[in-house]
């Protein structure tokens, strides 16, 4: 029970994570480092929020997603879009990003463990097993969630679009999209989906200026073994990851510190056999 709980839970923030990645990766060919440091600020937002000016935590929650939204299309349109043709100036300055937030929330709230409080309280029993009814609400919010996600990408025009230019962007290029346009609206998709994590994450984890380090490794393992921009792979990824996490935390002794090791050993193993990932294609020409 605990390795299904804790691979649920682990699996659909990693998804989230990945899928929000792939998104902007697939449509613009931005690799955003500084992905899981908007989950961090989101994270950060609403403790500042709820616990310290005693604002409701559900207000505290959107206000958090919104303003985490709206930093990251400034990101966007003032230091990616200027760079966004030289794929390594983007990875440095993405780099350099996630290092100047980290430093800010450092500054601001010292490097203390902090926390925010369950918006519910309480738990029920199964085989044994403690299940609080905050991590009920965390997974049954995410899912929804990525459940919306797939009718935004699959039944609308919108989606359409994104899924078209990640595809084929000269195809879709010459059948009129507009890619800028296009890609500023998927870095908004993308950066409000870490900010979401990071907001129903918030009351089941401590928060720390440097949290946002070891989501960033295991998702980009998650979206290298779904393989690169492919938004079904990424959700397979996390799913595998996830459990694979949680099967090593309680079934071998210490391995709260080998969980990240044997993620990213599957990951290594996969590759091995398949370079492009699970749902990934070989060459840029298939696309």
Do not use: C
Not at 143 to 157: E, F, H, Q
Not at 174 to 197: D, K, Q
Request: aromatic share 10%; proline share 2%.
């Amino acid at each position: 029970m605990n390795i299904l709980i804790s691979g649920l839970i682990t699996g659909s923030m990693l998804a989230l994570l990945a899928i929000g990645f792939s998104l902007i990766f697939g449509v613009a060919r931005i690799i955003n480092i500084a992905h899981t440091a908007f989950y961090m600020l989101a994270a950060y937002s609403i403790y500042y929020l709820s616990v310290r000016s005693g604002v409701n935590p559900l207000l505290s929650m959107l206000v958090a997603v919104v303003a985490v939204t709206v930093l990251g299309l400034l990101v966007y349109l003032f230091l990616i879009d200027p760079i966004r043709e030289h794929e390594g100036a983007v990875l440095i300055a993405t780099i350099a990003l996630a290092m100047v937030f980290q430093e800010v929330v450092l500054l601001t709230f010292t490097g203390d463990y902090r926390t925010v409080d369950f918006l519910i309280t309480g738990f029920f029993t199964v085989g044994g097993v403690k299940v609080f009814y905050q991590q009920m609400l965390t997974f049954g919010v995410v899912l929804l969630t990525l459940v919306a996600l797939w009718l935004l990408l699959m039944k609308t025009k919108l989606g359409l679009a994104i899924r078209s230019m990640a595809e084929d962007r000269e195809v879709a290029n010459l059948m009129g999209m507009n890619e800028s346009r296009l890609a500023m609206i998927t870095m908004g998709i993308s950066v409000a989906l870490a900010g979401f994590t990071g907001a129903v994450l918030a009351p089941l984890t401590v928060l720390n200026p440097y949290m946002w380090m070891e989501p960033l490794i295991i998702m980009m393992a998650v979206v290298v073994l779904g393989g690169m921009g492919s938004i079904k792979g990424s959700f397979v990824a996390a799913f595998i990851l996830g459990f694979t996490e949680a099967a090593v935390v309680f079934l071998i002794p210490k391995g709260a510190f080998l969980r990240g090791s044997v993620a990213l050993t599957i990951m290594i193993l996969v590759l091995l056999i398949r370079p492009e990932g699970l749902f990934g294609v070989a060459f840029e020409e298939e696309r």
